[in-house]
């Protein structure tokens, strides 16, 4: 993350404490918070995130660690009260020493109602990706299936392999585009910001 950011980082850490671990990339998700059996708050982040994703996604499992422990009652995971603990948490975080003067617009604007992933705000989503490293920007066998950039958007209809398996792109429902499988003709909700190979890419 970013390094003036470190400090307010480690506050929160020993404000709603829990198990921090950095992991290998998943496809599905950037992080997750967990309670285990035995009450002790568990919280990942992917390790291939671009300095600002990975404190977005920070702060947004600690955001759902402090409504554990201060709500007994807290509606839905993303819900009204995770909403307000996100844009609290966030809000030391939004000035143009943590983030780069390009992203902190989008930011405010997505932190109005903050969803539970930023796949539903393309411009956002769209910005973050620029600070990918080189190692992690898509090839040109790759597409993501759905970030509203021409560029990168999967096209209704086209045939793509994810999870080594080979899919359809069907339509766009909020975060989530259903695709069809080609071998079992089932459905799936796939992320829409999920890189997948192109079967036809030149």
Same mark, same amino acid.
């Given at each position: 993350?970013? @390094?003036?950011?470190?400090? #307010? ?6 404000? #709603?404490?829990?198990? !921090? ?7 599905? +998700?950037?992080? /997750? *918070? ?28 600690? @955001?759902?660690?402090?409504? #554990? +422990? ?17 844009? +609290? ?9 943590? !983030?780069?003067? /390009? ?30 490293? @080189? ?26 392999? *994810?999870?080594?398996?080979? *899919?359809? +792109? ?21 992320? @829409? ?10």
């Amino acid at each position: 993350m970013p @390094a003036v950011a470190l400090p #307010y980082c480690e506050q929160l850490h020993v404000q #709603y404490p829990f198990q !921090f671990r950095v992991v290998r990339p998943r496809r599905t +998700r950037f992080g /997750d *918070f967990r309670v285990l059996p035995d009450r002790s708050m568990h919280i990942t982040v992917n390790a291939d995130l671009n300095p600002y994703a990975f404190l977005l996604t920070y702060v947004h499992e600690v @955001a759902h660690c402090a409504v #554990y +422990r201060t709500y007994k009652r807290p509606g839905p995971p993303h819900g009204k009260i995770w909403q307000t603990m996100f844009q +609290r948490l966030m809000t030391p975080l939004l000035t143009e020493a943590v !983030f780069p003067p /390009d992203l902190l617009p989008l930011l405010q604007r997505y932190f109005q109602k903050p969803a539970a992933t930023t796949a539903g705000h393309p411009a956002l989503r769209q910005a973050l990706r620029q600070y990918d490293p @080189a190692s992690t920007q898509l090839t040109d066998k790759q597409c993501v299936v759905n970030v509203g950039k021409p560029l990168w958007t999967l096209p209704d209809g086209q045939p793509f392999v *994810f999870q080594k398996k080979t *899919f359809v +792109r069907g339509k766009l429902r909020r975060t989530r585009v259903v695709c069809k499988e080609v071998r079992t003709g089932r459905s799936y909700a796939i992320l @829409a910001d999920v890189r997948v190979e192109v079967l036809n890419a030149q």
